[in-house]
T-cell receptor, first 117, second 117 residues
Framework: DTAVSQTPKYLVTQMGNDKSIKCEQNLGHDTMYWYKQDSKKFLKIMFS???????INETVPNRFSPKSPDKAHLNLHINSLELGDSAVYFC????????????????FGPGTRLTVL | AQKVTQAQTEISVVEKEDVTLDCVYETRDTTYYLFWYKQPPSGELVFLIR??????QNEISGRYSWNFQKSTSSFNFTITASQVVDSAVYFCALSEGNYGGRRALTFGSGTRLQVQP
């Protein structure tokens, strides 16, 4: 069973299009994240959700909109795609409940490689 | 603000050599967590280890070992008797002690390790 899954794995699209990437976790975790890995391999947090509430919203263009319909899903919708959006997008999840007494590592999905032409 | 520095961009070794990947971090929190992830050519992010700021014990797992030193803010990773399958990009990451979706990882820029046969 896949713990954190993402669809699609590859996404090739034209500039100006709108696309979505879906993420699902079956670990029962309460927190989910989106990270972006650019062509130089830099990994950076974009968003995090805790119990469907948006917690982290880094400096990301408004064209990116995350949506969490429930704790097990966190989707990423991108409007008006630009060349610079080409990257690998990773979804991750972790269990955060329990306060600061413990930390559980984040489990990453396989990534979605987005190519904007 | 937190920061992770991996000064070694790329390292090339011959199989069976030992290799150490350096990681230096900055944080103002007294409670934080350090991680190493491996990203093989297939692209997924593989969790290797988590270390809490209050636990400075070094750890060994098979051919892998980690040296955590708070005095120098370093969390170095050593692979003993390297193998071709160790070829990958290795990321060091830091998370501060907040919870509730705020424990996003700050990644270093990664070190590409090439192990030649």
């Amino acid at each position: 069973d896949t713990a954190v899954s993402q669809t699609p794995k590859y996404l090739v699209t034209q500039m100006g299009n709108d696309k979505s990437i879906k993420c699902e976790q079956n670990l029962g975790h309460d927190t989910m994240y989106w990270y972006k890995q650019d062509s130089k391999k830099f990994l950076k947090i974009m968003f995090s959700y805790n119990n469907k509430e948006l917690i982290i919203n880094e400096t990301v263009p408004n064209r990116f909109s995350p949506k969490s319909p429930d704790k097990a899903h966190l989707n990423l919708h991108i409007n008006s795609l630009e060349l610079g959006d080409s990257a690998v997008y990773f979804c991750a999840s972790s269990q955060e409940a329990g306060g600061t007494g413990s930390y559980n590592e984040q489990f990453f999905g396989p990534g979605t490689r987005l190519t904007v032409l | 603000a937190q920061k992770v520095t991996q000064a070694q961009t790329e390292i090339s070794v011959v199989e069976k050599e030992d290799v150490t990947l350096d990681c230096v971090y900055e944080t103002r929190d007294t409670t934080y967590y350090l991680f190493w992830y491996k990203q093989p050519p297939s692209g997924e992010l593989v969790f290797l280890i988590r270390r809490n700021s209050f636990d400075e014990q070094n750890e060994i797992s098979g051919r892998y070992s980690w040296n955590f030193q708070k005095s120098t803010s370093s969390f170095n990773f050593t692979i003993t008797a390297s193998q071709v399958v160790d070829s990958a990009v290795y990321f060091c990451a830091l998370s501060e002690g907040n919870y509730g979706g705020r424990r996003a990882l700050t990644f270093g820029s990664g070190t590409r390790l090439q192990v030649q046969p």
